[in-house]
């Protein structure tokens, strides 16, 4: 069980896809069942993987290693593992795509097999980009989520649904070919693809690491997505609908802010000590010009995205930090935005289904037709603009902390900037629920909109569970993470040391 | 009981306003207003016996004790625990929370109840109760907080209920959006001090290695000399957050807009407790201050300059509540300038009185403007735009509303400083410690003192005295009991809560002994306490001579001039702001996002420069090409291509036997290729 | 003992077989014919199967011969059905008619 | 010439001569009714070459199964005559090259054949080729192939269903 179980919670939604098959084409709800419970299935697994990890261990658990293919002597392996880096994020993805099927009960209609059979497809690649450690079988995931996204996106989306869908597959794939190269590289060089392997090896030498790092931080990059490469996210997620909205911001940007954990920092600790201060810099301009955008924006779901921005170069800065608390607080808040995002998307979904706009003029005053609908955004408002007590705060302050004090960087003035970031998030964020739920309800059309059904609710409350839980008492969150995330603190720190 | 069972109940202080607040949640629409309104109060009322309990215990065993809960962030160095510390200071402050939170809570549900109905909306009455229980709850945790930290949740936290509750007519005000706004302001201002707050914690924890008071205070005792620049940096960011809260300038402007929000709310968040908050952590810092260098002379500048600015900005205003609020940023001025000259007790001793009178003078201004509203609507005028809060459609109240007039003369007297009233004794500790340490912020400080009794007096005679001004005067009525109840115990507070730190006696000074270390005995100068007096009673028979004689039409000081203009624009600190911050932020914003995002890097990175230079360069390279291979004689490339896809088209037949026969032959010269080899 | 016929004659006569096989299926058009004639290739090799395994003496040979006869009906059923399904459409069987992939 | 060549020559002609026959019949019926006359005919060769089981195989599912179905599916679309001639005129002429080819490349390969194998067909183990013999092999070392042969089969048969069956809708 402990070796497959992997392998299990990767491929399980395979199983969903056989099923959905097979379904004739009429029965629509036993498709959605199909898919659902096939999420709700791989989110037990990914718990019962929870079960049988061991946090004091820093290393791999629950590997998986069988060669693939060979080429000469290098072998391509079927490789995977999971650590304190991952499993916090596998988790993540197996929950959220779980709320994320549960939000299209009713927003898609047509060509839902399809839906179904792309969504679970991407549940695959995911849980397979955070597993692989194989750096081939990795990049063979990583590519693979383009795939069904670039449907979800292209089939299911607004009105300029191509143009973003195309926009999305061109840019993410321009940075990835050159991770293809830097990936091809070191296994030619290094011998193998195997991650860890290559980790423990640092073999690389200083200035060859810093060009390899920068072809890593170019696909990277565009995922997260930084300042200046962040153009395509906004495009992506006005067209994107709910459910894709949800996945792209709450998990699939996550694979960069991963990447740059699991292989810049391991596999080129020099270049990345080297390089900090300027991630820091491209981290904090993302900071403040995502919330300055954020704020002009007329599309609820426009602002969302510009916040993620915003949001996701505090990650960056965390972990950029290269100290325990900056690691720490990145990891998580990689999670906190996942949730807050992901349920900030999930609202503005709700929204756009009963009014079919998204333009905040067309809003005002529904706290009082829709209380319940309404006192569920302000907590997760405040969750997203870091209120203590609520699980933004913890993440957003030890990223500050481990910033303001980090080596690596450098300079206490990223931290301090950072922290205005942390006001101008009051300001969007504030703004935003201002036009949707306070002022007079004047607009017609809204007088008669309903509250939230339960299967909304179900769909929410589980998010806020957790925004209060990981708020309140985020040790066992912390606890998965640190021996993991130790090791690689270590790690840099002595290639700091050799290169003094 | 012993003093460690007696400590072992505080989280219970946290606990009862968070259980009140959960059942108004679920059950408040089945309850009922009356069900509501004591479920909210007995949760307070149950803090405040245990905060009692909290005091008992102190004086069993004065050194208090630090209650631990749960870990909170525990990343390597880093530990931070939600504790609560229970020690004279905080306990001071948590009597004071419970005590006068419970009894506006008493009032706000005779409050609420016309409230809820003049505005239009009944439901939300068990939501206002709701948040003003989450209020006390995050109030005690920033009160009761062991950590920086802990402390912080508690800031934001009351921060965010005063937010919620300043916009809880979210669809009234100006436009239908003032209110909302108003909070909106409010939280981002206070925003901004949080900033201030968190960069210190960032300091704090990077030179002494941990966010817990005790163990930095103790840290800094150590180092001596070694930690003044850090404890000077510390303190000047704790003193950002200060004003953010305590509405210091230059932070002070989202106060006045404050008074959006229901009356109950203005009395026990933006008058007694969450105000005061500031000034709570700056004397929580004292160890801190006492080694900073130039942070306390900041502190006391900007407290002298607050009271006196906004006490005369107070003078020109007509809004009953917004007086108050102006008044409350100055007496928070007297306050914070009793931090910067190290009278930290005094401080202390003022915060307490003032919540006492202040609170008293609000709920009575809030049983006025109630009087007015229900006058206004058995006149049954139909006057348009008709605001309940303006004095100037007030007047000859005394007769009408003779409970409260009584308390309200008691509360502004109180403010004003005549003894043996509690203002009196807590304002002249701290002008007698301010004359000792320096003789401007004194002098200051006595000019804000005299406007104090100014505008006070102005106001008294404004509402209660002459002749009704309008239909809803005449028509006004008293208040219900619940609602006057309360105020006569704040009255009675007010009268009697100098004993609190009577002069010779000191009880709150060696009190707070225990907690503060090295405190100064304040002395009772004479001179100074009848200087005070008589500029108290000078300025109210000014007053007296300019309002009470005759009928107002047009207020008498606008002669005045230019000074008029400035404040009743404020010092156009607002304006100010509006121009060199908002505005500049939201024209950056839309620039950055219009500009610079959507039309350079969105349309023209992308569709420009990518786009379009790839789409010229695959034509450049192609034409380059063709014409090259032309001249050369060959095919162009395109034309070859074209030709051999339709050389290799043709054999696409579609007949499945061709291509069997293509099989077939492949299948031939493999095998002739194996047997030759 | 077989004598006088050796493993070359047998893979003479499979090879002959096979050559005929491929032939039907390269001349007729009548897919029905073309799939007999591609049975008569499976044959052939059948034959040569059977023959080494007699002449190597291992079984192994048979068992593929198992195989492929079970192939074989598998692909008749399958191959059937298909030219059913393409006579219903195009109310022939006349492979020569069927060129829908024509490029 | 031994006993035994002539039968193995006179059953070559048949073969031969009936693939032939197949080939040229212009009614599917008659092709069908000679392709039964070869398997026949490699069914007594199966049997000379001690292969018995697989010799009773071939006549019960090809001779009996297969055929059978060829001939329903003739019977049932009614098309015995198709075609009077090659509609591409060079296909012929490269079939029969490529075929003569085959031919000298079989025949090289045959007489190529190395020593032990190139001789006549020697003595062999007693019960070769008997169904204990080749049921031990499928269960024991080709046990995995045969489950898969099974899955074929059924994957056939539902392949077979789904294509014939006629849409209601239609």
Same mark, same amino acid.
């Given at each position: 069980?402990?070796?497959?179980?992997?392998?299990?919670?990767?491929?399980?939604?395979?199983?969903?896809?056989?099923?959905?098959?097979?379904?004739?084409?009429?029965?629509?709800?036993?498709?959605?069942?199909?898919?659902?419970?096939?999420?709700?299935?791989?989110?037990?697994? !990914?718990?019962?993987?929870?079960?049988?990890?061991?946090?004091?261990?820093?290393?791999?658990?629950?590997?998986?290693?069988?060669?693939?293919?060979?080429?000469?002597?290098?072998?391509?392996?079927?490789?995977?593992?999971?650590?304190?880096?991952?499993?916090?994020? &596998?988790?993540?993805?197996?929950?959220?795509?779980?709320?994320?099927?549960?939000?299209?009960?009713?927003?898609?209609?047509?060509?839902?097999?399809?839906?179904?059979?792309?969504?679970?497809?991407?549940?695959?690649?995911?849980?397979?980009?955070?597993?692989?450690?194989?750096?081939?079988?990795?990049?063979?995931?990583?590519?693979?989520?383009?795939?069904?996204?670039?449907?979800?996106?292209? &089939?299911?989306?607004?009105?300029?649904?191509?143009?973003?869908?195309?926009?999305?597959?061109?840019?993410?794939?321009?940075?990835?070919?050159?991770?293809?190269?830097?990936?091809?590289?070191?296994?030619?060089?290094?011998?193998?693809?195997?991650?860890?392997?290559?980790?423990?090896?640092?073999?690389?030498?200083?200035?060859?690491?810093?060009?390899?790092?920068?072809?890593?931080?170019?696909?990277?990059?565009?995922?997260?997505?930084?300042?200046?490469?962040?153009?395509?996210?906004?495009?992506?997620?006005?067209?994107?609908?709910?459910?894709?909205?949800?996945?792209?911001?709450?998990?699939?940007?996550?694979?960069?802010?991963?990447?740059?954990?699991?292989?810049?920092?391991?596999?080129?600790? @020099?270049?990345?000590?080297?390089?900090?201060?300027?991630?820091?810099?491209?981290?904090?301009?993302?900071?403040?010009?995502?919330?300055?955008?954020?704020?002009?924006?007329?599309?609820?779901?426009?602002?969302?995205?510009?916040?993620?921005?915003?949001?996701?170069?505090?990650?960056?800065?965390?972990?950029?930090?290269?100290?325990?608390?900056?690691?720490?607080?990145?990891?998580?808040?990689?999670?906190?935005?996942?949730?807050?995002?992901?349920?900030?998307?999930?609202?503005?979904?709700?929204?756009?289904?009963?009014?079919?706009?998204?333009?905040?003029?067309?809003?005002?005053?529904?706290? #009082?037709?829709?209380?319940?609908?309404?006192?569920?955004?302000?907590?997760?408002?405040?969750? !997203?603009?870091?209120?203590?007590?609520?699980?933004?705060?913890?993440?957003?302050?030890?990223?500050?902390?481990?910033?303001?004090?980090?080596?690596?960087?450098?300079?206490?003035?990223?931290?301090?900037?950072?922290?205005?970031?942390?006001?101008?998030?009051?300001?969007?964020?504030?703004?935003?629920?201002?036009?949707?739920?306070?002022?007079?309800?004047?607009?017609?059309?809204? #007088?008669?909109?309903?509250?939230?059904?339960?299967?909304?609710?179900?769909?929410?409350?589980?998010?806020?569970?957790?925004?209060?839980?990981?708020?309140?008492?985020?040790?066992?969150?912390?606890?998965?993470?640190?021996? !993991?995330?130790?090791?690689?603190? @270590?790690?840099?720190?002595?290639?700091?040391?050799?290169?003094? | 009981?012993?003093?460690?069972?007696?400590?072992?109940?505080?989280?219970?202080?946290?606990?009862?306003?968070?259980?009140?607040?959960?059942?108004?949640?679920?059950?408040?629409?089945?309850?009922?207003?009356?069900?509501?309104?004591?479920?909210?109060?007995?949760?307070?009322?149950?803090?405040?016996?245990?905060?009692?309990?909290?005091?008992?215990?102190?004086?069993?065993?004065?050194?208090?004790?630090?209650?631990?809960?749960?870990?909170?962030?525990?990343?390597?160095? %880093?530990?931070?625990?939600?504790?609560?510390?229970?020690?004279?200071? +905080?306990?001071?402050?948590?009597?004071?929370?419970?005590?006068?939170?419970? %009894?506006?809570?008493?009032?706000?549900?005779?409050?609420?109840?016309?409230?809820?109905?003049?505005?239009?909306?009944?439901?939300?009455?068990?939501?206002?109760?709701?948040?003003?229980?989450?209020?006390?709850?995050?109030?005690?945790?920033?009160?009761?907080? $062991?950590?920086?930290?802990?402390?912080?949740?508690?800031?934001?936290?009351?921060?965010?209920?005063?937010?919620?509750?300043?916009?809880?007519?979210?669809?009234?005000?100006?436009?239908?959006?003032?209110?909302? %706004?108003?909070?909106?302001?409010?939280?981002?201002?206070?925003?901004?001090?949080?900033?201030?707050?968190?960069?210190?914690?960032?300091?704090?924890?990077?030179?002494?290695?941990?966010?817990?008071?005790?163990?930095?205070?103790?840290?800094?005792?150590?180092?001596?000399?070694?930690?003044?620049?850090?404890?000077?940096?510390?303190?000047?960011?704790?003193?950002?957050?200060?004003?953010?809260?305590?509405?210091?300038?230059?932070?002070?402007?989202?106060?006045?807009?404050?008074?959006?929000?229901?009356?109950?709310?203005?009395?026990?968040?933006?008058?007694?407790?969450?105000?005061?908050?500031?000034?709570?952590?700056?004397?929580?810092?004292?160890?801190?201050?006492?080694?900073?260098?130039?942070?306390?002379?900041?502190?006391?500048?900007?407290?002298?300059?607050?009271?006196?600015?906004?006490?005369?900005?107070?003078?020109?205003?007509? $809004?009953?509540?917004?007086?108050?609020?102006?008044?409350?940023?100055?007496?928070?001025?007297?306050?914070?300038?009793?931090?910067?000259?190290?009278?930290?007790?005094?401080?202390?001793?003022?915060?307490?009185?003032?919540?006492?009178?202040?609170?008293?003078?609000?709920?009575?201004?809030?049983?006025?403007?109630?009087?007015?509203?229900?006058?206004?609507?058995?006149?049954?005028?139909?006057?348009?735009?008709?605001?309940?809060?303006?004095?100037?459609?007030?007047?000859?109240?005394?007769?009408?509303?003779?409970?409260?007039?009584?308390?309200?003369?008691?509360?502004?007297?109180?403010?004003?400083?005549?003894?043996?009233?509690?203002?009196?004794?807590?304002?002249?500790?701290?002008?007698? $410690?301010?004359?000792?340490?320096?003789?401007?912020?004194?002098?200051?400080?006595?000019?804000?003192?005299?406007?104090?009794?100014?505008?006070?007096?102005?106001?008294?005679?404004?509402?209660?005295?002459?002749?009704?001004?309008?239909?809803?005067?005449?028509?006004?009525?008293? +208040?219900?009991?619940?609602?006057?109840?309360?105020?006569?115990?704040?009255?009675?507070?007010?009268?009697?809560?100098?004993?609190?730190?009577?002069?010779?006696?000191?009880?709150?000074?060696?009190?707070?002994?225990?907690?503060?270390?090295?405190?100064?005995?304040?002395?009772?100068?004479?001179?100074?306490?009848?200087?005070?007096?008589?500029?108290?009673?000078?300025?109210?028979?000014?007053?007296?001579?300019?309002?009470?004689?005759?009928?107002?039409?047009?207020?008498?000081?606008?002669?005045?001039?230019?000074?008029?203009?400035?404040?009743?624009?404020?010092?156009?600190?607002?304006?100010?702001?509006?121009?060199?911050?908002?505005?500049?932020?939201? +024209?950056?914003?839309?620039?950055?996002?219009?500009?610079?995002?959507?039309?350079?890097?969105?349309?023209?990175?992308?569709?420009?420069?990518?786009?379009?230079?790839?789409?010229?360069?695959?034509?450049?390279?192609?034409?380059?090409?063709?014409?090259?291979?032309?001249?050369?004689?060959?095919?162009?490339?395109?034309?070859?291509?074209?030709?051999?896809?339709?050389?290799?088209?043709?054999?696409?037949?579609?007949?499945?036997?061709?291509?069997?026969?293509?099989?077939?032959?492949?299948?031939?010269?493999?095998?002739?290729?194996?047997?030759?080899? | 003992?077989?004598?006088?016929?050796?493993?070359?004659?047998?893979?003479?006569?499979?090879?002959?077989?096979?050559?005929?096989?491929?032939?039907?299926?390269?001349?007729?058009?009548?897919?029905?014919?073309?799939?007999?004639?591609?049975?008569?290739?499976?044959?052939?090799?059948?034959?040569?199967?059977?023959?080494?395994?007699?002449?190597?003496?291992?079984?192994?040979?048979?068992?593929?011969?198992?195989?492929?006869?079970?192939?074989?009906?598998?692909?008749?059923?399958?191959?059937?059905?298909?030219?059913?399904?393409?006579?219903?459409?195009?109310?022939?069987?006349?492979?020569?008619?069927?060129?829908?992939?024509?490029? | 010439?031994?006993?035994?060549?002539?039968?193995?020559?006179?059953?070559?002609?048949?073969?031969?001569?009936?693939?032939?026959?197949?080939?040229?019949?212009?009614?599917?019926?008659?092709?069908?009714?000679?392709?039964?006359?070869?398997?026949?005919?490699?069914?007594?060769?199966?049997?000379?070459?001690?292969?018995?089981?697989?010799?009773?195989?071939?006549?019960?599912?090809?001779?009996?199964?297969?055929?059978?179905?060829?001939?329903?599916?003739?019977?049932?679309?009614?098309?015995?005559?198709?075609?009077?001639?090659?509609?591409?005129?060079?296909?012929?002429?490269?079939?029969?090259?490529?075929?003569?080819?085959?031919?000298?490349?079989?025949?090289?390969?045959?007489?190529?054949?190395?020593?032990?194998?190139?001789?006549?067909?020697?003595?062999?183990?007693?019960?070769?080729?008997?169904?204990?013999?080749?049921?031990?092999?499928?269960?024991?070392?080709?046990?995995?192939?045969?489950?898969?042969?099974?899955?074929?089969?059924?994957?056939?048969?539902?392949?077979?269903?789904?294509?014939?069956?006629?849409?209601?809708?239609?």
């Amino acid at each position: 069980m402990d070796a497959w179980i992997l392998t299990l919670v990767t491929f399980f939604p395979i199983v969903g896809v056989i099923v959905l098959l097979f379904l004739p084409k009429e029965r629509e709800t036993a498709m959605r069942w199909t898919a659902l419970l096939t999420a709700v299935i791989t989110f037990v697994l !990914s718990l019962i993987m929870l079960a049988g990890f061991e946090s004091s261990d820093p290393d791999l658990q629950m590997v998986v290693r069988l060669t693939w293919f060979s080429i000469g002597d290098l072998h391509i392996e079927y490789f995977l593992g999971v650590d304190g880096l991952s499993i916090l994020l &596998v988790l993540l993805t197996t929950f959220l795509m779980v709320l994320a099927l549960l939000s299209t009960w009713t927003a898609i209609v047509d060509r839902v097999r399809e839906f179904m059979i792309f969504f679970l497809l991407l549940e695959v690649g995911l849980v397979g980009v955070f597993l692989g450690m194989d750096l081939f079988l990795f990049y063979v995931f990583w590519e693979f989520t383009l795939v069904p996204m670039y449907f979800l996106i292209g &089939v299911w989306g607004g009105e300029r649904r191509m143009y973003a869908a195309i926009k999305f597959f061109l840019y993410t794939m321009a940075g990835s070919i050159l991770m293809l190269l830097a990936i091809i590289w070191l296994g030619l060089d290094g011998g193998t693809f195997s991650i860890p392997d290559l980790i423990k090896a640092q073999a690389i030498p200083a200035n060859l690491q810093f060009w390899l790092f920068l072809a890593f931080a170019a696909a990277f990059a565009i995922k997260v997505p930084m300042w200046p490469f962040h153009s395509w996210l906004p495009d992506a997620h006005v067209e994107a609908p709910t459910a894709a909205s949800v996945i792209l911001a709450g998990v699939l940007l996550k694979m960069g802010t991963y990447g740059f954990l699991r292989f810049n920092l391991g596999i080129f600790p @020099q270049a990345s000590v080297r390089l900090a201060p300027w991630i820091a810099l491209f981290a904090v301009i993302g900071i403040l010009y995502g919330a300055a955008v954020a704020y002009a924006q007329k599309d609820v779901k426009k602002l969302v995205a510009y916040a993620s921005i915003s949001h996701l170069g505090f990650v960056m800065l965390g972990l950029f930090a290269l100290n325990l608390q900056g690691l720490q607080g990145g990891i998580l808040q990689m999670i906190n935005h996942g949730l807050s995002t992901g349920a900030l998307f999930l609202i503005v979904g709700m929204l756009y289904e009963r009014r079919r706009t998204r333009e905040m003029d067309a809003f005002g005053g529904l706290w #009082k037709v829709m209380p319940i609908y309404a006192g569920l955004t302000l907590i997760v408002t405040l969750s !997203s603009m870091g209120l203590p007590g609520l699980n933004g705060f913890v993440g957003e302050f030890t990223i500050l902390l481990g910033s303001f004090g980090s080596i690596a960087i450098g300079s206490e003035g990223f931290a301090i900037l950072a922290a205005v970031g942390v006001i101008l998030a009051a300001v969007y964020m504030l703004y935003m629920f201002q036009k949707l739920f306070l002022g007079p309800l004047d607009n017609e059309k809204n #007088k008669r909109l309903p509250d939230l059904n339960r299967r909304e609710l179900l769909t929410l409350v589980p998010i806020v569970i957790l925004i209060f839980w990981i708020g309140l008492y985020p040790r066992p969150f912390f606890g998965l993470t640190e021996a !993991s995330v130790e090791k690689v603190v @270590q790690l840099v720190s002595s290639a700091a040391m050799a290169m003094r | 009981m012993t003093a460690e069972a007696l400590f072992s109940l505080a989280p219970l202080l946290i606990l009862f306003p968070l259980l009140g607040l959960v059942v108004n949640i679920i059950a408040g629409r089945r309850l009922g207003e009356r069900g509501v309104g004591i479920v909210a109060s007995a949760a307070v009322g149950l803090a405040f016996v245990i905060a009692i309990l909290q005091f008992i215990a102190l004086r069993m065993d004065p050194s208090g004790a630090t209650i631990h809960i749960a870990d909170w962030i525990v990343i390597g160095q %880093l530990e931070v625990e939600w504790a609560l510390q229970i020690d004279t200071l +905080s306990v001071t402050m948590m009597l004071m929370v419970t005590g006068v939170g419970g %009894l506006i809570h008493i009032y706000a549900v005779g409050y609420m109840h016309d409230d809820v109905r003049f505005q239009g909306d009944p439901s939300r009455f068990p939501r206002f109760f709701v948040y003003f229980n989450l209020f006390i709850a995050a109030m005690l945790l920033l009160v009761t907080g $062991d950590s920086y930290l802990t402390m912080f949740v508690g800031w934001e936290g009351v921060g965010l209920c005063s937010y919620l509750l300043i916009s809880f007519w979210y669809e009234k005000g100006e436009d239908g959006i003032g209110n909302a %706004l108003a909070g909106k302001k409010a939280f981002v201002v206070n925003r901004i001090g949080d900033f201030g707050f968190i960069i210190a914690m960032l300091i704090t924890f990077w030179f002494f290695g941990t966010l817990t008071f005790e163990e930095v205070f103790n840290e800094a005792e150590a180092m001596g000399a070694g930690a003044v620049g850090a404890a000077t940096a510390i303190t000047l960011f704790l003193l950002v957050g200060a004003a953010g809260k305590s509405a210091q300038i230059p932070l002070f402007v989202w106060l006045p807009d404050a008074m959006a929000g229901p009356t109950p709310v203005s009395a026990l968040i933006h008058a007694a407790t969450m105000v005061t908050a500031g000034i709570y952590m700056l004397v929580r810092n004292a160890a801190l201050l006492e080694i900073a260098t130039v942070t306390p002379d900041i502190i006391a500048i900007i407290g002298a300059a607050t009271a006196l600015l906004a006490a005369s900005i107070a003078v020109a205003r007509f $809004d009953i509540k917004r007086v108050l609020a102006y008044s409350t940023i100055s007496q928070l001025g007297f306050m914070i300038a009793a931090v910067g000259i190290g009278a930290y007790v005094a401080a202390i001793f003022h915060l307490v009185a003032h919540a006492f009178f202040k609170a008293l003078l609000f709920l009575s201004a809030g049983s006025v403007i109630q009087g007015v509203e229900h006058g206004h609507h058995r006149a049954d005028s139909h006057e348009e735009h008709f605001n309940p809060n303006d004095m100037r459609v007030m007047g000859g109240l005394r007769t009408r509303m003779k409970a409260t007039f009584w308390v309200y003369l008691i509360g502004a007297l109180a403010l004003v400083g005549i003894p043996p009233l509690a203002g009196f004794f807590s304002k002249d500790e701290i002008l007698a $410690d301010a004359l000792l340490v320096s003789p401007a912020v004194y002098w200051v400080l006595v000019g804000s003192a005299f406007l104090t009794a100014f505008y006070m007096g102005r106001q008294i005679l404004m509402v209660f005295f002459g002749k009704p001004r309008s239909k809803a005067a005449e028509a006004a009525e008293e +208040s219900p009991a619940v609602m006057v109840a309360p105020l006569v115990v704040l009255a009675i507070l007010s009268v009697g809560g100098g004993l609190i730190n009577s002069p010779g006696l000191l009880p709150l000074t060696h009190f707070l002994e225990d907690t503060l270390e090295g405190l100064r005995e304040p002395e009772f100068v004479a001179a100074v306490a009848a200087i005070s007096t008589l500029l108290a009673v000078l300025a109210i028979v000014l007053a007296w001579l300019v309002y009470g004689r005759r009928p107002m039409a047009h207020d008498p000081v606008r002669r005045l001039g230019s000074l008029w203009t400035a404040i009743r624009h404020r010092w156009w600190v607002d304006g100010f702001y509006d121009w060199l911050i908002v505005s500049r932020y939201i +024209s950056l914003s839309h620039w950055l996002a219009e500009v610079a995002d959507e039309q350079f890097l969105h349309d023209w990175v992308h569709d420009t420069v990518i786009a379009r230079s790839f789409v010229r360069a695959t034509n450049w390279l192609a034409s380059v090409l063709d014409l090259r291979l032309i001249d050369r004689g060959f095919d162009g490339l395109g034309a070859l291509t074209r030709r051999g896809a339709g050389g290799l088209g043709a054999l696409q037949t579609g007949y499945v036997r061709n291509y069997a026969v293509a099989v077939f032959i492949g299948m031939v010269l493999v095998v002739s290729y194996l047997l030759l080899s | 003992m077989i004598p006088g016929v050796s493993m070359t004659h047998i893979l003479i006569l499979s090879g002959v077989l096979f050559t005929l096989g491929t032939l039907g299926v390269l001349i007729r058009r009548n897919a029905i014919v073309m799939f007999m004639s591609i049975e008569l290739m499976l044959n052939a090799s059948n034959l040569a199967f059977v023959g080494f395994a007699r002449s190597m003496g291992a079984l192994s040979g048979q068992v593929f011969v198992f195989f492929v006869i079970a192939v074989a009906a598998a692909e008749v059923a399958v191959g059937l059905a298909l030219i059913v399904a393409v006579y219903r459409s195009r109310s022939s069987i006349d492979v020569d008619r069927v060129s829908d992939l024509k490029g | 010439m031994t006993v035994e060549f002539a039968i193995f020559l006179s059953l070559a002609a048949v073969a031969v001569g009936a693939s032939i026959a197949m080939l040229v019949s212009r009614n599917a019926v008659y092709s069908a009714l000679f392709l039964v006359i070869v398997l026949f005919a490699i069914a007594v060769l199966f049997l000379l070459l001690s292969a018995a089981f697989i010799a009773m195989v071939q006549v019960a599912i090809y001779a009996g199964a297969i055929m059978v179905l060829f001939l329903f599916v003739i019977m049932l679309l009614g098309t015995e005559n198709v075609e009077s001639e090659p509609s591409h005129p060079w296909q012929f002429a490269t079939a029969l090259v490529l075929s003569f080819g085959l031919i000298i490349q079989f025949l090289i390969v045959a007489n190529g054949l190395p020593g032990e194998s190139g001789g006549d067909f020697g003595e062999v183990a007693e019960g070769f080729g008997s169904p204990a013999g080749i049921g031990t092999l499928l269960f024991e070392e080709y046990l995995i192939p045969f489950e898969v042969t099974s899955l074929l089969l059924l994957a056939a048969m539902v392949g077979a269903i789904v294509l014939t069956r006629w849409e209601r809708s239609k």
